[in-house]
């Protein structure tokens, strides 16, 4: 359960975020929406602990990301945007790396990693050094990295960026099965059809700001607009008039 | 500690495995010094070898104005063969480097001789050609012994000793021991030492921050449920013990290279045994932390992998610059510099080598200021890794 309170970030005279509020429930996928330069990242960034916010709250599970945020971090499972692996380590190397940073029994580790391979279907090239992985190989095995020590939280900045169509669907499956195991996933697009087939609730970031926060049914209806793209077109505009 | 020793164990395996680091850190740095030693000492040799037991030959224009003297030259071993045809083709044959030297005889040699006035001999030379004016010198010395015994021969004639015109003895006395005057030449080796280890860790230093960065890799390192402190030390003791390594390769290096290098010859008796290489070691340790501070901060101010390098060839460098200024200054040793890093090694180094026994308080000021100084550099490096603008 992922709780945001009116969070503010500037970066000198760019305010990049200006009080965006939004909760993301256990058991549910929220899709973080918006243009690029929207606030998205900085706001994940802000969650996942490597940004401090200069106004405002959030809490992961209860836990503030500022006043605990070791505590916040071992509830949270993070894949950044373009994250990167070490090339000359495989990537089950990569994996048990950050299970061992994560402090897992080194006897867990091995049956751990071995679990998160299977989970996400990893096993052909596991044994492999990540250097020249695809980029669809290489998101994976980030992904499998991030969730070693099976944390509830999961926050997935742009996760499909350059992934093929087998590949996006296959992160769409994990996802949806992340989710039915009660999981609080949060995850950023600026793909509309991506966020409209995945996610149950809907945070459309624009300027900064949340413009609206809603299932997509109810951006629909909120915005008079059969179709989402133009739904989400009407949204950004909302905030534009401010 | 768990942490901090995944993070070293990381970090050495990931870096065991980059065969740039493994060159850099187990070749370049400790072979170099080494190899470029070897390569002065042997030309340091070969040149002062040369001098007296080889035959010189001297072209000599009008040999046969000065048959005395080209007897007398032979028997200093300088054999005398025919001269370019006149003074201007010596003068272009000198000047295009087909002759170092060329003596000039001029045909009334003989009778100024014989009137007793100075009699002219020309030599021409290059004086800008360093390899040259060795013949030249050699040729002028033996010219100048040739007046000297004529000059005798005279003063005798005469009924004056020869002793009339030398009224002083100078005598020189060297006090320097074979081991001291080594250290001249070895004490260059400290550096040497200081480069190697710093080589050991650079590219350490440059993945563990900028290329960590660039490679996009730090991000979700730093969302991970462990302090940002722990993750610094582990890559700062990494680099650390790639460097020790770098040290330990190059000490060796040095002591195998220097046991093939023919020292007697110089006069030189270096004081470089197992206990001294040892020894060294541990009086060079506190600058390893140092060095992989420096190196750390250093990168981790950087943008990219590329302009992390280019600064880091800089930080290579710098240990030299204490050295240097006070090697050209010609200071004496004091307590004073045992407080700055690199030249306070240096110094304990070139004691060693001298054989003169280590001063016990300069050996625990060389060891405290390094290792505060690294300490201080390691903690800087810790703070600015909380920074949120570590990730750029």
């Known amino acids: 359960m992922i709780a945001v309170d009116g969070i503010h970030k500037s970066f000198g005279k760019v305010h990049a975020v200006r009080g965006v509020s939004f909760d993301a429930p256990d058991g549910k996928i929220t899709g973080l929406l918006g243009p690029n330069g929207a606030g998205k990242s900085t706001t994940l960034r802000i969650l996942y602990t490597v940004l401090k916010p200069d106004a405002g709250h959030a809490t992961i599970d209860g836990i503030d990301v500022v006043a605990d945020s070791l505590g916040a971090r071992q509830r949270i499972g993070a894949l950044p945007h373009g994250a990167g692996l070490y090339p000359h380590l495989t990537a089950r190397e990569n994996i048990a790396y950050y299970a061992r940073l994560c402090g897992l029994d080194e006897q867990r580790i091995e049956a751990r990693v071995d679990g998160i391979v299977e989970l996400l279907e990893i096993g052909d090239f596991a044994d492999r050094r990540t250097r020249g992985f695809s980029q669809g190989q290489r998101t994976k095995v980030a992904l499998a990295r991030a969730l070693v020590h099976d944390p509830q939280n999961i926050i997935l900045d742009e996760p499909t960026n350059g992934l093929d169509v087998m590949a996006t669907r296959s992160l769409r499956e994990l996802i949806l099965k992340l989710r039915d195991a009660g999981r609080c996933i949060l995850f950023s697009s600026h793909v509309m059809q991506e966020v409209a087939a995945l996610c149950d609730d809907i945070v459309i970031i624009a300027h900064g700001r949340v413009a609206i926060d809603d299932s997509a049914e109810g951006i629909r209806k909120h915005t008079g607009c059969k179709d989402l793209e133009d739904a989400f077109v009407h949204a950004i505009g909302m905030v534009d008039d401010r | ?392």
């Open chain 2, 1 to 392: 500690m768990r942490t901090l020793l995944a993070v070293f164990a990381k970090e050495v395996l990931d870096n065991v495995r980059d065969r740039r680091t493994l060159i850099s850190a187990l070749v370049m740095g400790p072979m170099f010094g080494p190899a470029l030693f070897a390569f002065v000492i042997n030309l340091s040799i070969e040149r002062s070898l040369s001098d007296i037991n080889e035959k010189l030959d001297l072209a000599v224009i009008g040999a046969n104005h000065a048959p005395n003297l080209v007897r007398y030259l032979g028997s200093r071993n300088v054999n005398v063969v025919d001269g370019p045809a006149d003074r201007e083709a010596a003068i272009t044959a000198v000047k295009a480097g087909d002759f170092d030297v060329v003596v000039i005889i001029p045909a009334d040699f003989g009778s100024q001789l014989a009137a007793g006035i100075p009699a002219r001999i020309e030599v021409v030379s290059d004086q800008a050609n360093t390899q040259a004016e060795r013949d030249a010198r050699r040729a002028r010395g033996a010219l100048a012994a040739y007046g000297q015994e004529l000059a005798a021969v005279r003063l005798a004639a005469r009924g004056i000793s020869p002793q009339v015109v030398q009224a002083l003895n100078v005598d020189d006395v060297d006090v320097s021991t074979p081991s001291g005057r080594s250290a001249l030449l070895l004490g260059m080796m400290s550096y040497f030492f200081i480069f190697a280890l710093l080589m050991g860790g650079m590219y350490l230093a440059i993945d563990t921050t900028a290329g960590e960065r660039e490679r996009g890799s730090l991000e979700p390192l730093l969302a991970l449920p462990v302090t940002r402190d722990q993750l610094m030390l582990g890559k700062i003791a990494a680099t650390c013990s790639f460097m020790a390594l770098s040290l330990l390769l190059s000490l060796g290096a040095f002591y195998v290279a220097l046991g093939f290098m023919p020292f007697e010859q110089l006069g030189m008796t270096p004081n470089f045994g197992p206990d001294v290489v040892a020894m060294a070691f541990l009086l060079l340790l506190p600058f390893i932390l140092l060095g992989a501070a420096i190196m750390t901060l250093v990168a981790s101010f950087t943008k990219s992998y590329k302009e992390a390098q280019t600064w880091l060839s800089i930080v290579l460098v710098a240990p030299t610059l204490p050295i240097l200024i006070v090697s050209i200054l010609t200071l004496r040793p004091q307590l004073a510099f045992m407080f700055v890093p690199s030249l306070s090694q240096h110094l304990l180094l070139v004691d060693m080598i001298k054989n003169e026994p280590l001063e016990p308080l300069h050996v625990a000021i060389s060891a405290g200021s390094t290792l505060a100084a690294g300490l201080l550099l390691t903690w800087i490096c810790a703070r600015l890794y909380r920074r949120e603008g570590l990730l750029g």
